[in-house]
């Protein structure tokens, strides 16, 4: 691969950040220019061990911002797009956020691109919950989107018009999606490291309705390097989906996470469901493990207990995110501690 420059939006956030990192540790000729405006799922200290790399540039900026984008991708070889609002609780609660961040975002990228770039990668960074649930079976790249909420139906419209963008216009994009990241840096309201924090903190662990929905995990750095192999050598139009085989229902994530922390079970305290919750989802990926050679390097109990070795020698991390809000911020009442 040629040297290159590479936009990266969202590059503070917990998938964005070890993305950065993936670049500028793998490829020692390549440059790195991360937009991302400090939202919620963002933190500077993601990055803090590439402030003095002269290989990498940060722009405090909106992706939705034209001006800004216009400019900077006028400056890039390659565009990976990972800035989202990602978090459904709060999609439900507030949509417009996700609109604006998620659909009108890759909007103004390509546009952008278009105008000013047009020869530029475009890498569309998606989600498995486009998909919808899917009780047997696993999703492949052409069954159509069908989302369950407005988080997951943003993202789907993202992906319709880097779709479209490539068709009309012959944009050299491709679209990525991927099931359930966990690992270092992500924000305490998620499931895994909101159960690793709460257990170490002896607080109770809320778990919505009986904990039996099902989401394939897959560890961060493995989505970045799947991610890097799409940049690569990904085919433009094409879709690929990233999953690592790990399927399991929420309450034998947090039941892991306990016993690995020495903390009792009766922790979980079981909530009130969240609206549209969906029951399962689950990817076939053998398209880029065929294509592209791509195939998961952990295991999913080795990344697991990196985690939450992560998170415990961290502290200084995550202590001021922690709040109660972010540890679980939904309305939805708890239903009973057994």
């Known amino acids: 691969m040629t040297t290159m420059k590479i936009l990266v939006t969202g590059g503070l956030g917990f998938i964005g950040s070890n993305f950065c990192r993936t670049i500028i540790t793998e490829h020692p000729d390549h440059e790195v220019i991360n937009v991302d405006k400090i939202g919620i799922g963002a933190n500077p200290a993601n990055l ?48 417009n956020p996700f609109i604006q961040s998620n659909t ?25 919950e486009i998909y919808g649930e899917i009780t047997r079976g696993s999703f492949k790249e052409g069954d159509p989107p069908i989302p369950s909420n407005p988080y997951s139906a ?6 319709l018009f880097t779709i479209a963008y490539y068709k009309t216009y012959q944009l050299n994009a491709t679209i990525t999606r991927c099931t359930n990241n966990y690992g270092p840096y ?46 690569t050598e990904g085919k433009p139009g094409e879709i690929y989906n990233i999953s690592s085989g790990n399927e399991l229902p929420n309450i034998q994530i947090a039941k892991i996470i306990l016993t690995l922390l020495n903390k009792p079970q009766n922790l979980i305290a079981f909530v009130e469901d969240r609206p549209g919750h969906d029951t399962r989802y689950s990817l076939d990926s053998k398209k880029i ?25 961290n502290e200084w991390w995550w202590t001021s995110l922690a709040t109660g809000e972010t540890l679980h911020p939904t309305p939805w009442k708890l239903r009973n501690t057994q």
Not at 154 to 159: E, N, V
């Open 48 to 95: 803090k061990d590439l402030k003095n790399e002269d290989r990498y540039t940060f722009i405090k900026g909106d992706i939705c911002n034209p001006q800004l984008i216009n400019k900077t991708v006028k400056e890039v070889d390659a565009i990976v797009n990972i800035a989202a609002e990602t978090h459904v609780d709060r999609s439900i609660a507030d949509p």
């Open 104 to 128: 009108i975002g890759t909007f103004t990228l390509l546009e952008a691109i278009r105008k000013h770039n047009d020869n530029a990668r475009f890498i569309q960074v998606s989600t498995d």
């Open 154 to 159: 943003s993202k789907a419209a993202a992906d």
């Open 186 to 231: 992500q924000l305490p309201e998620k499931l895994i490291p909101k159960t690793i924090i709460r257990a170490l903190r002896n607080m109770p662990i809320p778990i919505y309705g009986t904990g039996e929905n099902i989401r394939d995990w897959i560890y961060v750095e493995d989505h970045a390097e799947a991610i890097n192999q799409v940049l």
């Open 289 to 313: 493990a065929k294509e592209l050679g791509w195939k998961p390097r952990y295991t999913f109990e080795e990344a697991l207990k990196n985690t939450v070795n992560w998170y415990t020698n």
